[in-house]
């Protein structure tokens, strides 16, 4: 591979080892963060005009570049279903360039006023909204996540280091190859958006390090292990969950349909999403009415119930649940159910398995769904609604870089503004301080 | 000592060692930041009144405890301005308890609706105000921290675990029993605020590894060898702030006489607090009618000038700056002086040599100003006005715990707001994901 085929790292040769390759990708990153940060909305979402419409003249390219991805894939026994998330045709190309034209839709986070006082002694202070630097992205085999990440970052300001999977190397390469056109074109540094340009996984590493303190924040988009790894590691803050062990607590006082429709959705609609609930808490009170139909519902429409003894009793199809199963996140058609004898049994069960991402209560009972949204910690809390609005689409901020669980700076989905921070700008009229 | 003297932690035995006793008062101000997560205002400011009646009933106690500290550090030769910084009086005793009367007078900022939106399906989503969790504060002499620390940790629904300096450990002490006394009156429980009950240093290496996942952020207050240890070595979030090398720009068109109020208070109205200004700098020109008063009144008020080749131009007695210079924060009446050769030069000095904390210009020119504000990517910048200016108090906060110069979460002054996180609640009547 020839250094001169990635824009923003041209300078470095072959024979540079991996740690100084990488340390100037992280110094001309945080170069570039400077120069986005000054830059106007409409030079930004030039870009991002031109990134779509690179991404659309070189669909062929894309797809050629993709194919050799899949076919070493499907050489090293790669599942069907890891093929299908590397897979692009002319369809998924163009859903990723439109993915672009949405984020260039979203507002301009940076410079927002957020809050604004005067103080007695007349200084006017106000709080205003800066990007956050550089966005360091690790991710696995999706190749889209090259756009959708760089799209998010360009929009909130901010430079971008994506390292993409070994797998998705020659794809991620040809749509970065797209996206620093488009940065050429609107004249925004090639450095605004880099991509790791080599399968060296000592780079993943050096990243996590921080890069000599040019990443701000680390965003790992992938499976359990890959956000365990960055969580363990990472020397820098990451914005990720690590589990959407998520659960639905039918109150005694739900109606039985509402309840019915919530679950099902809320299991089964896409059962891989990290919004998808994996433990269903059912309360005694209703449990002889609801209990049945619930696990019936679910089991006919393909779901594996593991349930504790009461629900075991229902439907012999039921199979037993074990401890671990209510910590677990299936990310599958499972489910495990329990009888809980209250709400606070329920809540004590969620802190307990929990992942705090996303928990919902069905009930009509307005003071029971008020103390469940208040006592139950997790970055998202619901009440009559499914687990699987937890995404920034359906929270309305257009698109997202993922949810985080942590309590630090973003929690829940994760958009534009999340990729923010603030400044106080001061002003005054000659003020000292007595 | 023995443990049962403290709070929080009376079940746990001498024997136990230093891990397993700090694991302990991890998991029990765990426990505790669930109940002050959901405690009303009123409780919390029924505790605050406590502990500030605790403070002034035990005034004579306290300054009994402190004495020994105060012997014990003459003993060992610390300087006159450690042992002012340690020692304490009734009317000290009474700043403290006036400092928590304080606290509590402030808006309490957990359960605060920060945002809502109706989305098109009926869903109302709502950004609400939650507490962090459990905070550890790392400090040094000051035995006032103790109670501002509890307090600002208590009122935004935070619990502490406070681990003073092993030289104001009598008097930290006493206060914690205060502050003890003030939550087991209001019914709160004593972890809430935890002392760290040994002087053992592995103590703060425990903490700065998180004590098990049970502390979400660490706020060191002291000297800079503090917080590079604390930076270089937690393992959690930290907000703090290394250095305060701050600027003053005194633009082309600055007036004369709003310059020179403002360069001496910045400098010279307290030399060691973090937002005093390090370092002048003058445009080239203004410099010729600037330059030479600027200087003369620093020197006069007592400040030692270091400058560049221009500046002792103007005046003898001031010093040649070395290149460190630029980058010190002296703590002290010293000044590093420059002329620079206009707006451009000045933000690329700040931005190669200072520290992103508090910086100000100093000019009659509005676009001049705008731009110095955008472009100085520093926590506080102002615009005609001290940089002494930076504190919570001044920004209308009521209390600061620090001040941060991080990018993540909280920036600048830290009041009770930015000890907060959020999470989302959300409210159907049914709703699925189609």
Redesign the interface.
């Known amino acids: 591979m020839s250094a001169t085929t990635f824009a923003g790292v041209a300078a470095i040769g072959e024979a540079a080892g991996t740690e100084e390759q990488m340390l100037e990708i992280g110094r001309k990153a945080k170069a570039a963060a ?1 120069r986005l ?2 830059a106007t909305p409409a030079q930004k979402d030039a870009a991002l005009a031109a990134m779509a419409q690179a991404i659309r003249a070189r669909s062929a390219a894309i797809c050629e570049a993709n194919a050799e991805d899949v076919a070493e894939a499907r050489r090293q026994g790669m599942t069907a279903s890891f093929v299908d998330r590397l897979a692009l045709d002319p369809a998924r190309v163009e859903a990723i360039a439109a993915g672009l034209d949405l984020v260039r839709s979203l507002p301009d986070p940076v410079g927002e006023v957020m809050s604004a ?1 005067d ?1 007695p002694n007349g ?1 006017r ?1 106000e709080r205003v909204r ?1 990007p ?2 550089v966005v360091g992205v690790i991710y696995e085999s999706r190749p889209n996540v090259t756009a959708d990440a760089a799209a998010l970052c360009l929009k909130s300001g901010n430079a971008a280091i994506l390292r993409g999977g070994s797998d998705s190397f020659r794809s991620s390469r040809a749509i970065h190859q797209a996206i620093a056109a488009g940065l050429e074109k609107a004249g925004l540094p090639a450095a605004a958006i880099s991509l790791v340009p080599t399968r060296d996984r000592e780079a993943v590493g050096l990243m996590l390090q921080g890069l000599g303190g040019t990443i ?2 680390i965003i790992p988009r992938g499976g359990k292990s890959l956000v365990a790894r960055v969580q363990a590691e990472a020397r820098v ?1 990451v914005f990720a969950h690590l589990d959407g062990n998520n659960h639905v607590y039918v109150h005694g006082a739900a ?1 039985l349909g ?1 309840a019915r ?2 679950v ?3 299991k089964m ?1 896409r059962t891989s999403v990290c919004g998808a609930a994996e433990t269903l808490l059912v309360d005694e009170a209703c449990a002889g009415t609801h209990l049945k139909p619930l696990v019936t519902a679910l089991i006919d429409a393909g779901c594996e119930v593991r349930g504790d003894s009461l629900t075991r009793i229902v439907d012999p199809r039921v199979k037993p649940a074990s401890e671990e199963d209510w910590s677990t996140e299936f990310g599958d058609a499972i489910i495990a159910v329990k009888v809980v004898s209250g709400l606070g049994d329920a809540i004590a069960h969620i ?1 307990r398995y929990g992942s705090h991402h996303t928990d919902a209560i069905v009930t009509t009972d307005q003071v029971a ?1 008020d103390r469940f ?3 139950v ?10 687990t ?2 937890a ?1 920034g689409g ?3 901020f257009g698109a997202e870089i993922g949810i985080a669980t942590g ?3 973003a ?2 989905p994760v958009g534009v503004e999340q990729l923010t ?13 007595p």
Chains 1, 2 share one sequence.
């Open positions: 400077r940060a000054l006082w103080r200084l202070i800066v956050l630097g701000d924040v803050p109606p509402m429709d919530i099902l959705n809320a609609r802190e769904a949204l208040a006592e910690d997790s970055a998202i809390v619901l009440h009559n609604a499914s699987q609005f995404d359906e929270f309305g309590r630090m700076h929690r829940g921070t603030f400044k106080y700008r001061v002003r005054g009229a000659g003020q000292t301080r």
